[in-house]
């Protein structure tokens, strides 16, 4: 059988916001752990269109694509011209998963949620010759899954070839998080056996891997064991977990020590008002500060996520927060325009509310307004989101972070990754049409290894290592 599996692109590439070198970071990994089902007489392929032209003049057996919310348009598009040749189209991933009756339409076979049992079941049956409409995901484990199919990946097109997930989901419950709607009806958070991460880990080349995990340090026992099965490994690494999990544990401290160097932060507003309202109670009475003193202790630089919009916002919020992580020593900073995905509660409140004002899924990539705002107006929230890249971005403002922190190397560290990732489209460009986005990875990974760091401050609560009983951590925080 030959299977064609499809990443659309999640932008246009026409588009002034298709910045070549953020769309070529990460491989197609869901793709490649789908295709591990396959059996070895099977020819597959992945096609990920942001680094590649996609052609649809062939005719597999069976074409699997990728929906995001916003490539959705271009993955219907897709599915159609090839059902219309009379090729099988199976639809998943994320968006499916929220709109499944507006996917079925384009598709012969939905998946809805994560598909690690339930395409190896649409497999057998496809065999049989009798399959369903749709495979909703029921069972959730990682366990005795095949490690992804990494030679389908060409690893020069990737800034950070070495993608891996270790866990599913998150133990939070944001209200404008996309989590609770792939991962309903069932299990929402639950991770991989550790022999078996560390095995994946192992078979990486190079030093540099990137965890995608919604929160790599959500599940205490298994981050502990990850890390200390990680030391001695020679890798360095990032990844993303909550503000709470940075203060609450010595696992930040374990994390550091196996080669973590950068974390993504959801630190999202300054205003307690929106993280109640989000159902973000884990950042409620969350001291940022001493979150980010510890990172910085232990040389991890950080890259703040913040959203733009929610309710409690008036439009002193952009100022407020640039000015705010520019004197925190934040290293890079994502903002977002607040996003009510499809199958959120956010969603459900706003729809409820009738606020909802656009359903272009194109729009809904956390840079345009797509409902009626509260505290400012729509422009001014456009306005002010762009604004605040501008300013967080702005050579003045990447000096005076870089100057926050109080050890030299740190600042150059800083400088090197902020500058390098913000002020040299022209080589990243470069680059990314050579096809030679390997070369890159070793720089990332100097600009990423360890420097000396002093010992780091306890925040207030957390238990000394001494004093606790066994050093595994409870299972989640
Ligand atoms: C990597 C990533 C990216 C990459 C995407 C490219 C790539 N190569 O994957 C980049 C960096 C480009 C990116 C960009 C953006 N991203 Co992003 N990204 C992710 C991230 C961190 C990981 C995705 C991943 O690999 N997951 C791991 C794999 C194993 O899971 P998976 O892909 O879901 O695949 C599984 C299932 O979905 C299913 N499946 C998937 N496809 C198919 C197909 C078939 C046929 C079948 C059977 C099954 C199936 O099977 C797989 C195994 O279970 C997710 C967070 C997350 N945890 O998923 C956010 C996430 C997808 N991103 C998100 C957002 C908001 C964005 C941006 C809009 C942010 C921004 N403002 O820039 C942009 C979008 C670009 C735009 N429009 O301009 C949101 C999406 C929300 C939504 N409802 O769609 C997420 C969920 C983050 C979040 N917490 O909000 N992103
Ligand atoms: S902590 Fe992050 S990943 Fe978890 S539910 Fe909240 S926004 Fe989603």
């Known amino acids: 059988m030959h299977v064609k599996f499809i990443l659309p692109s999640l932008v246009e590439a026409k588009s002034p916001m298709f910045r070549p070198i953020k769309y070529s970071l990460f491989p197609p990994l869901g793709l490649a752990t789908l295709a591990a089902f396959l059996d070895d007489s099977d020819e597959v392929e992945i096609v990920d269109q942001h680094v590649e032209t996609l052609r649809t003049d062939d005719e597999p057996d069976l074409v699997g694509i990728e929906v995001y919310i916003t490539n959705a348009k271009r993955a219907y598009a897709i599915a159609d011209a090839y059902r219309a040749k009379g090729v099988m189209v199976i639809l998943g991933g994320l968006h499916v998963t929220s709109l499944p009756e507006e996917a079925a339409a384009h598709a012969d076979v939905i998946f809805l949620g994560p598909a690690e049992a339930s395409f190896p079941v649409f497999l057998q049956d496809l065999k049989k010759g009798r399959w369903q409409q749709r495979y909703v995901s029921a069972e959730r484990t990682l366990h005795h899954v095949p490690p992804p199919r990494r030679e389908l990946i060409q690893r020069n097109r990737y800034l950070v070839p070495n993608s891996i997930v270790v866990s599913r989901g998150c133990p939070h419950h944001c209200d404008f998080c996309y989590k609770d709607a792939f991962y309903q009806g069932g299990k929402s958070f639950y991770v991989q056996a550790v022999d078996d991460a560390l095995a994946e880990i192992d ?11 919604d929160h790599l340090l959500g599940h205490k ?13 020679n890798r360095v690494f990032q990844g993303a977990a909550t503000v709470q999990s940075i203060l609450s544990s010595h696992l930040i401290e374990e994390a550091a020590e196996a080669g973590l160097r950068s974390l993504f932060v959801g630190f999202e ?20 500060e001493a979150a980010i003193r510890r990172l910085h202790d232990l040389g991890i630089m950080i890259n703040g996520s913040f959203v733009f919009g929610l309710d409690s916002d008036t439009s002193d919020v952009f100022k407020r927060t640039v000015d705010w992580a520019v004197g925190m020593g934040i290293t890079t900073s994502t903002f977002h325009i607040a996003t009510p995905y499809p199958g959120t509660g956010y969603f ?30 729509a422009q001014e929230l456009e306005a002010g989101y762009h604004r605040a890249y501008r300013d967080f971005y702005r050579g003045s403002n990447i000096w005076k972070s870089a ?28 680059v990314v049409q050579l096809k030679q986005l390997n070369v890159m990875t070793p720089v990332l990974e100097a600009v990423l290894s360890r420097i000396d760091r002093r010992a780091p401050a306890r925040p207030e609560g957390a238990a000394p290592l001494a004093e606790s009983s066994s050093n595994v951590p409870p299972l989640l925080d």
């Not at 307690?272 to 109670?281: A, D, F, V, W």
């Not at 409820?352 to 107006?377: A, C, N, P, Q």
């Open 203 to 213: 078979r990486l080349p190079g030093r540099h891997l990137y965890f995608l995990d």
């Open 269 to 288: 507003t300054l205003n307690p008002e929106n993280l109640s309202s989000s159902n973000k109670q884990h950042n409620l009475g969350q001291d940022y």
């Open 348 to 377: 459900q409140r706003m729809e409820r509310e009738g606020r909802i004002l656009s359903k272009d899924w194109d729009l809904y990539d956390t840079r345009h307004v797509v409902f009626e705002t509260r505290g400012m107006s």
């Open 403 to 430: 100057m926050a922190h109080d050890h030299a190397k740190h600042r150059l560290k800083h400088l090197a990754y902020t500058v390098g990732w913000k002020k040299m489209e022209p080589l990243w460009n470069l």
């Open 221 to 233: 026992r298994f981050a502990h064991e990850l890390f200390t099965g990680m030391r001695g490994m």
